[in-house]
């Protein structure tokens, strides 16, 4: 009996391999669906689980318990379309030629980590802003970079079939323009909430954040609704959920600035029983990390090109990685905002020590040409912005002078600054004898860095890509302030930056 059994091993083997090989299509339905929900210009702390105490963010903060939660995660750069460029890409916004620039193209030849997946077997798709704003047409690219637009995504659940995806929440909260009053009607007491040191303490000014707040928080409620969906769908568990935002917020060094307040951005990343969970890291970290971090865990080829790393090793309980040094952050034309379409050129490197920025084009104004200083946004005068206008209105007091010049005025070709000792990045190092060493390392390895990843600005001189660059916003070219600015600010009817 025992061998009569055993003549019958080979065929029954043979057929455990057979039903083996007809499951194996159906791995590639064992990979994650990712779903990344977006904020528009939104700074790192400003979320109650990294450390604000004014701003109510249940949901932000229900996933970071879920998750993994970065302190030190930063945008590439602090400007809507190249950051986005710089995450869709998985590269250094240098190496993208015109999509280094807002209102610009993202040139078809450089491979975004949608189109990746989507060969892969990924159902791709976005709702609101996704890459932009630019004309991802103007180079013949067939659709947006962030893949094939939805309006909800509910309908996109609906729409797609069985498998993997990825999906892209785009949300416009909380870019400006905030509706005021909106920060006190929700609950927020302006008295309250911290103002930084690098504006001044008016309750103008209090009442500006507290919108922004208000704005925070419904971007934080549409984040609850998406994850509400999700779990209805059925399709929680299998889903990796990153929230993040592309830039710091909209303020007076802010926004379009290399400093902490424009690139340092909130970065959660959660998948329940399989990432680490409740954990805080403070690895170095950038968004450009997520087209890698995407592609692997979509089981896909990583391209050569990209710079950015997978954060799969800091996120699972794998063996991590050695952690980055520094991360290098870098900018180019923002708005259109000075006379023939200058940016204001500079690059950055930031460890968790210091902030070193080299500012190409000094002689430039920063914030954008006077009396508009656009890269700051109301950047045309032309809806409500009481942080800005505060400035610039009372720009002679002495007490007031010092912010102006923080925000509006110019600036050196180098800046330096001690995060620890000043984290609101005031006291410029630069020239200060004592930190001439720490300043000499950073500039060898900012130069290090740009040389090895072909930026033309340290490479081949060729700079003319971003300032000649098509922009793709006639209107911003020509400005024209509301009647009542023009009243209030002794403005002309309209400016034109083509002259």
Not at 87 to 109: A, C, F, H, S, Y
Not at 365 to 385: E, H, K, Q, S, V
Request: hydrophobic share 35%; proline share 8%; aromatic share 12%.
């Amino acid at each position: 009996m025992k061998y009569n059994n055993l003549k019958y091993f080979p065929a029954a083997f043979l057929m455990v391999l057979a039903l083996a090989s007809c499951s194996s299509p159906e791995k590639k339905q064992e990979r994650p669906n990712i779903l990344m929900i977006m904020s528009d210009n939104q700074s790192w702390n400003h979320v109650g689980s990294y450390g604000d105490k004014t701003v109510r963010t249940p949901n932000m903060d229900r996933i970071a318990k879920e998750g993994v939660r970065f302190t030190n995660a930063f945008c590439s750069s602090p400007s809507c379309t190249p950051a986005r460029a710089g995450m869709l890409t998985g590269q250094d916004i240098w190496r993208l030629e015109d999509g280094g620039n807002l209102w610009g193209v993202l040139p078809v030849k450089y491979k975004v980590y949608p189109d990746l997946l989507e060969e892969a077997g990924y159902a791709i798709g976005f709702q609101g802003k996704g890459w932009g704003p630019g004309s991802f047409e103007a180079n013949k690219r067939p659709r947006n970079p962030a893949g094939n637009k939805f309006d909800s995504f509910g309908a996109f659940l609906k729409d797609k079939k069985d498998g993997p995806w990825c999906y892209w929440i785009s949300s416009h909260e909380p870019h400006r323009p905030y509706v005021e009053g909106s920060g006190e009607k929700a609950g927020i007491d302006p008295n309250k909430l911290q103002v930084p040191a690098y504006l001044p303490d008016h309750i103008s000014i209090r009442k500006d954040i507290a919108d922004y707040y208000a704005a925070v928080e419904t971007f934080d409620r549409e984040l609850g609704e998406a994850l509400e969906q999700l779990k209805a769908s059925g399709e929680l568990d299998n889903t990796v959920i990153v929230v993040c935002s592309d830039n710091g917020w909209q303020m007076p060094r802010g926004l379009a600035n290399l400093y902490d307040f424009g690139t340092h951005v909130p970065m959660i990343i959660s998948w329940p029983g399989k990432f680490k969970q409740n954990v805080v890291v403070d690895h170095l970290v950038t968004l450009n990390d997520l087209a890698p971090t995407f592609l692997e865990l979509g089981k896909t080829k990583i391209p050569a090109e990209m710079t950015g790393k997978s954060l799969l090793p800091i996120v699972t309980n794998g063996k991590e990685e050695k952690s980055r040094d520094f991360v290098v952050l870098g900018r180019e034309r923002h708005a259109f905002v000075r006379q023939h379409g200058l940016g204001y050129p500079g690059r950055a490197i930031r460890t968790k020590d210091y902030l070193y920025i080299k500012n190409y084009e000094p002689d430039r104004w920063p914030a954008g040409d006077p009396p508009f200083y656009g890269d700051i946004d109301p950047y045309m005068f032309n809806w409500p912005g009481e942080t800005k206008y505060y400035l610039i209105e009372h720009k002679n007091d002495p007490k007031v002078k010092p912010f102006f010049e923080l925000g509006m005025g110019k600036r050196p070709a180098e800046e330096l600054f001690d995060i620890n000792k000043d984290p609101d990045e005031l006291h410029n190092l630069a020239a200060l004898p004592e930190y001439q060493k720490i300043k000499q390392d950073l500039v060898a390895k900012l130069r290090n860095y740009l040389v090895e990843t072909k930026d033309p600005r340290e490479t081949n001189g060729n700079t003319q890509i971003w300032d000649t660059a098509d922009y793709f916003s006639e209107v911003d070219k020509t400005p024209k302030p509301s009647k009542e600015m023009q009243k209030r600010f002794n403005l002309d009817s309209s400016y034109n930056y083509l002259k």
